[in-house]
């Protein structure tokens, strides 16, 4: 890069013109080709294209209905995923967070796509490094390189020294030239491990996939038992061929993976309009899960920014408002602490240059500089600088009145403080105000009244901590924990978490060690934060969640990142997770009854040899009133309801007694009718009516509890399928004949009958336990 770059000056336009540009596929969503590939190219859609020709071959086109459920399938699931992506890819450019470059001797702002090779780009706390480079220059600058090798402490870079995208600065500043870009860069080749987006573990997506592999395992032996039967029983092979694929197409439960996409999709859309990005769809699953939430109190609980308070000289005749100015205005890119002191002191003071420096990281809890004749001066935490005495009593004091203190010391060498063994001598504390959110206190409110517990985790003094969790009505609040007391022991640490709601002077591996042992003792944790010390947790955590101010590399890592900085946007992301989970299960439970009374079915009728109890047309009816339609009201609709583990054994305990008894109840009536009558045509739609009774009770089951939508919903269904019987064109079409009434009757008898047995199996099934 010799003769590319200048460390003052950067490129000039000219050069980054003609310069490799940083440019990587944005990883917030899938492609366009991916997604129709995913919606139009599935197991399914073949599976039912095959059936569908047959019946276009063999059969009737009115029994060829259920084809249009491929159309239907991919075209919704296409709108929604597209609509998602829309949603994703707008809000993750707003996520992005501009690079700081020196071109032309200027520095500027530019989006990362446009930072070329060559590049001098600078650094301060919390900047994440998107391209690969070689430091020029380093004013005490720490890199993390956490989440490309593992390695928790921060590393001290110096000119020369080669910086890999993935990692962030944590303290400090400096410049690097880039030396890889785009696709060459180190994270990039890896995948970016930090940022990529990729789908975490969802019990709901994998119990759903269980399902479908199970089921194509049994659609396979059971489908060709029916065909032989079919083929046996009837000397009609147009008739034999219709009443196959009839009962192969209802035990494929078609529509559950598109609702379960839909829902997904639709709880990020909702979600994006409250400015809040979703990263990792089945982030939405993990949101309905929590019972555990960690906040980080600064950016949390209180508003970005604090003021400052008081000065209180502990030493007469120091230059106090002097030092303070000086180390204020030290750094490039300062924190919030020395934003505070710099808004009364916007200059750094005649003479006081510093000759060496060491920027203030959270797990120091100090900064400090040498002043040459002025002395050395550190600014920091009363309790880490101070061992004792007066100052460290009155700066106790004030701590526990919820105020932020800082102790302002002189020391005898930079090096001897940061190695624990110097001489510090208390000069000043600095009281700082900080700002509570208005949202806090009523979020907070909303949390204990759904369960979920609240867990304060903060770097600060634990009685200051306290002070504003008890303020805010925060359980247990009163009891603050310092963090520097706790045992190392995973086992040990986790039954004081269990215990105590409030943790001060919390390092950033203790913040990980929290979530990690939290995890352990069986909660599903979400960890809030804004700073480069909670990326850690936050990576860890079951669910991540950064605000939109936070720095580059929390966002990068986190699945959640509300992007207006609103505490009170966290009640909507997490009911927006319990609606998705509850409504999927509601779903789930309509489906695979579907798939349950079809398998049985099809297994007795091809065992004994008889003709299918429906036509196709007869299924597509019935799984439109109570199935379809149904299914998108419950998947979209607005719930309370805590999701629970267990998702697939609760499914499995509901949809099998509940299917395998609307599948007697349909035969019952069908070799009732066969023995009544000779016509097929009113066998069929004996069974039909019974089909359509059972499952109709099932849908009553399913949609309780029955406020008024829900009770109109299910009475819709009932009304519309009797104008079908009533009307004469819709009788033909779907080739129901309802002329005998002995049938008729006996249908519905059967079908009471098995409505209470329904009910008393599906609750004692509810009872049992995996």
Same mark, same amino acid.
């Given at each position: 890069?010799?003769?590319?770059?200048?460390?003052?000056?950067?490129?000039?336009?000219? +050069?980054?013109?003609?310069? #490799?540009?940083?440019?990587?596929?944005?990883?917030?969503?899938?492609?366009?080709?991916?997604?129709?590939?995913?919606?139009?190219?599935?197991?399914? $859609?073949?599976?039912?294209?095959?059936?569908?020709?047959?019946?276009?071959?063999?059969?009737?086109?009115?029994?060829?209905?259920?084809?249009?459920?491929?159309?239907?399938?991919?075209?919704?699931?296409?709108? +929604?995923?597209?609509?998602?992506?829309?949603?994703?890819?707008?809000?993750?450019?707003?996520?992005?967070?501009?690079?700081?470059? %020196?071109?032309?001797?200027?520095?500027?702002?530019?989006?990362?796509?446009?930072?070329?090779?060559?590049?001098?780009?600078?650094?301060?706390?919390?900047?994440?490094?998107?391209?690969?480079?070689?430091?020029?220059?380093?004013?005490?600058?720490?890199?993390?390189?956490?989440?490309?090798?593992?390695?928790?402490?921060?590393?001290?870079?110096?000119?020369?020294?080669?910086?890999?995208?993935?990692?962030?600065?944590?303290?400090?500043?400096?410049?690097?030239?880039?030396?890889?870009?785009?696709?060459?860069?180190?994270?990039?080749?890896?995948?970016?491990?930090?940022?990529?987006?990729?789908?975490?573990?969802?019990?709901?997506?994998?119990?759903?996939? $269980?399902?479908?592999?199970?089921?194509?395992?049994?659609?396979?032996?059971?489908?060709?038992?029916?065909?032989?039967?079919?083929?046996?029983?009837?000397?009609?092979?147009?008739?034999?061929?219709?009443?196959?694929? !009839?009962?192969?197409?209802?035990?494929?439960?078609?529509?559950?993976?598109?609702?379960?996409?839909?829902?997904?999709?639709?709880?990020?859309?909702?979600?994006?309009?409250?400015?809040?990005?979703?990263?990792?769809?089945?982030?939405?699953?993990?949101?309905?899960?929590?019972?555990?939430?960690?906040?980080?109190?600064?950016?949390?609980?209180?508003?970005?920014?604090?003021?400052?308070?008081?000065?209180?000289?502990? %030493?007469?005749?120091?230059?106090?408002? +002097?030092?303070?100015?000086?180390?204020?205005?030290?750094?490039?890119?300062?924190?919030?602490?020395?934003?505070?002191?710099?808004?009364?002191?916007?200059?750094?003071?005649?003479?006081?240059?510093?000759?060496?420096?060491?920027?203030?990281?959270?797990? %120091?809890?100090?900064?400090?500089?040498?002043?040459?004749?002025?002395?050395?001066?550190?600014?920091?935490?009363?309790?880490?600088?101070? #061992?004792?005495?007066?100052?460290?009593?009155?700066?106790?004091?004030?701590?526990?009145?919820?105020?932020?203190?800082?102790?302002?010391?002189?020391?005898?060498?930079?090096?001897?403080?940061?190695?624990?063994?110097?001489?510090?001598?208390?000069? !000043?504390?600095?009281?700082?105000?900080?700002?509570?959110?208005?949202?806090?206190?009523?979020?907070?409110?909303?949390?204990? #009244?759904?369960?979920?517990?609240?867990?304060?985790?903060?770097?600060?003094?634990?009685?200051?901590?306290?002070?504003?969790?008890?303020?805010?009505?925060?359980?247990?609040?009163?009891?603050?924990?310092?963090?520097?007391?706790?045992?190392?022991?995973?086992?040990?640490?986790?039954?004081?978490?269990?215990?105590?709601?409030?943790?001060?002077?919390?390092?950033?591996?203790?913040?990980? !060690?929290?979530?990690?042992?939290?995890?352990?003792?069986?909660?599903?944790?979400?960890?809030?934060?804004?700073?480069? $010390?909670?990326?850690?947790?936050?990576?860890?955590?079951?669910?991540?969640?950064?605000?939109?101010?936070?720095?580059?590399?929390?966002?990068?890592?986190?699945?959640?990142?509300?992007?207006?900085?609103?505490?009170?946007?966290?009640?909507?992301?997490?009911?927006?997770?319990?609606?998705?989970?509850?409504?999927?299960?509601?779903?789930?439970?309509?489906?695979?009854?579907?798939?349950?009374?079809?398998?049985?079915?099809?297994?007795?009728?091809?065992?004994?040899?008889?003709?299918?109890?429906?036509?196709?047309?007869?299924?597509?009816?019935?799984? !439109?009133?109570?199935?379809?339609?149904?299914?998108?009201?419950?998947?979209?609709?607005?719930?309370?309801? %805590?999701?629970?583990?267990?998702?697939?054994?609760?499914?499995?305990?509901?949809?099998?007694?509940?299917?395998?008894?609307?599948?007697?109840?349909?035969?019952?009536?069908?070799?009732?009718?066969?023995?009544?009558?000779?016509?097929?045509?009113?066998?069929?739609?004996?069974?039909?009516?019974?089909?359509?009774?059972?499952?109709?009770?099932?849908?009553?089951?399913?949609?309780?509890?029955?406020?008024?939508?829900?009770?109109?919903?299910?009475?819709?269904?009932?009304?519309?399928?009797?104008?079908?019987?009533?009307?004469?064109?819709?009788?033909?079409?779907?080739?129901?004949?309802?002329?005998?009434?002995?049938?008729?009757?006996?249908?519905?008898?059967?079908?009471?009958?098995?409505?209470?047995?329904?009910?008393?199996?599906?609750?004692?099934?509810?009872?049992?336990?995996?």
């Amino acid at each position: 890069m010799e003769g590319l770059t200048s460390v003052v000056h950067g490129l000039t336009s000219a +050069q980054v013109a003609g310069a #490799k540009a940083n440019h990587v596929p944005r990883r917030s969503s899938r492609s366009l080709s991916a997604i129709l590939r995913a919606n139009v190219f599935t197991l399914f $859609n073949l599976v039912i294209g095959v059936l569908w020709a047959l019946i276009l071959i063999f059969g009737e086109w009115q029994d060829g209905l259920f084809g249009l459920v491929i159309v239907a399938n991919a075209l919704i699931g296409i709108v +929604q995923e597209l609509r998602a992506k829309r949603t994703l890819d707008r809000l993750a450019v707003i996520n992005e967070a501009p690079v700081r470059v %020196r071109r032309d001797g200027e520095e500027r702002l530019v989006d990362p796509r446009d930072v070329v090779l060559g590049d001098l780009i600078l650094l301060g706390p919390g900047d994440r490094l998107l391209v690969d480079g070689e430091v020029v220059h380093s004013d005490g600058m720490e890199i993390d390189e956490s989440l490309l090798t593992g390695e928790a402490d921060p590393v001290h870079k110096r000119p020369g020294d080669r910086v890999l995208s993935g990692s962030f600065a944590v303290a400090g500043s400096g410049a690097f030239v880039s030396t890889r870009v785009g696709t060459d860069a180190y994270a990039v080749q890896l995948a970016e491990e930090a940022s990529r987006f990729h789908l975490a573990h969802s019990e709901l997506r994998a119990g759903v996939a $269980n399902f479908i592999k199970y089921i194509t395992w049994l659609v396979v032996p059971i489908g060709a038992l029916l065909i032989y039967s079919q083929l046996n029983n009837s000397a009609d092979l147009g008739t034999a061929i219709t009443g196959a694929v !009839a009962g192969i197409v209802t035990m494929i439960p078609e529509g559950l993976v598109l609702m379960t996409s839909i829902a997904f999709a639709v709880g990020v859309v909702r979600l994006g309009r409250r400015r809040c990005l979703v990263q990792e769809l089945p982030a939405i699953e993990g949101l309905a899960r929590v019972d555990v939430l960690c906040l980080d109190k600064t950016g949390t609980l209180t508003a970005g920014g604090m003021d400052l308070d008081q000065v209180l000289p502990v %030493r007469d005749g120091e230059p106090v408002e +002097q030092a303070l100015a000086a180390l204020a205005n030290l750094d490039d890119q300062p924190n919030a602490t020395a934003e505070a002191i710099k808004s009364r002191h916007p200059a750094t003071p005649a003479g006081w240059s510093a000759r060496a420096s060491v920027p203030f990281s959270s797990a %120091r809890k100090w900064s400090g500089a040498d002043f040459g004749t002025r002395g050395t001066w550190l600014l920091g935490a009363p309790d880490v600088l101070l #061992k004792g005495g007066d100052a460290y009593d009155r700066a106790t004091e004030l701590a526990a009145s919820g105020t932020r203190v800082l102790a302002l010391c002189r020391t005898d060498g930079l090096e001897r403080a940061q190695n624990g063994h110097a001489e510090i001598e208390a000069v !000043a504390l600095v009281t700082l105000s900080q700002r509570i959110r208005p949202d806090a206190h009523e979020t907070l409110r909303y949390f204990a #009244k759904q369960g979920v517990t609240v867990k304060v985790i903060s770097g600060d003094n634990p009685l200051s901590v306290s002070a504003i969790a008890t303020g805010l009505g925060i359980p247990g609040a009163e009891r603050a924990v310092d963090a520097r007391t706790l045992p190392a022991d995973p086992a040990a640490l986790g039954e004081l978490l269990d215990r105590h709601t409030v943790f001060g002077r919390v390092t950033p591996q203790q913040k990980r !060690a929290f979530v990690t042992a939290l995890q352990a003792r069986g909660h599903t944790v979400a960890m809030t934060g804004d700073g480069v $010390n909670d990326v850690l947790a936050l990576k860890d955590a079951d669910l991540g969640i950064a605000m939109g101010t936070g720095s580059p590399a929390t966002k990068a890592v986190a699945q959640v990142v509300l992007l207006d900085d609103t505490f009170a946007t966290l009640p909507h992301v997490v009911g927006e997770g319990r609606r998705v989970l509850a409504n999927i299960e509601r779903v789930a439970n309509l489906f695979l009854t579907k798939t349950f009374y079809a398998i049985v079915l099809s297994l007795l009728v091809g065992l004994a040899g008889i003709a299918f109890p429906f036509a196709p047309r007869h299924s597509t009816l019935t799984n !439109a009133l109570v199935i379809g339609i149904p299914a998108i009201f419950l998947a979209l609709a607005p719930t309370l309801e %805590r999701s629970r583990p267990g998702f697939v054994p609760r499914v499995m305990r509901f949809a099998v007694p509940a299917g395998v008894l609307c599948a007697l109840a349909v035969l019952a009536t069908f070799w009732a009718a066969h023995h009544g009558s000779s016509d097929l045509l009113e066998h069929q739609t004996a069974a039909v009516i019974t089909l359509f009774l059972t499952t109709w009770w099932v849908l009553v089951l399913i949609a309780r509890p029955l406020n008024w939508w829900r009770g109109a919903l299910v009475g819709a269904m009932a009304v519309l399928f009797a104008i079908g019987l009533a009307l004469p064109f819709v009788r033909d079409f779907f080739a129901l004949q309802p002329g005998d009434l002995g049938n008729d009757l006996t249908a519905v008898g059967i079908s009471l009958v098995a409505a209470v047995m329904i009910s008393v199996a599906v609750k004692l099934a509810g009872t049992l336990r995996p």
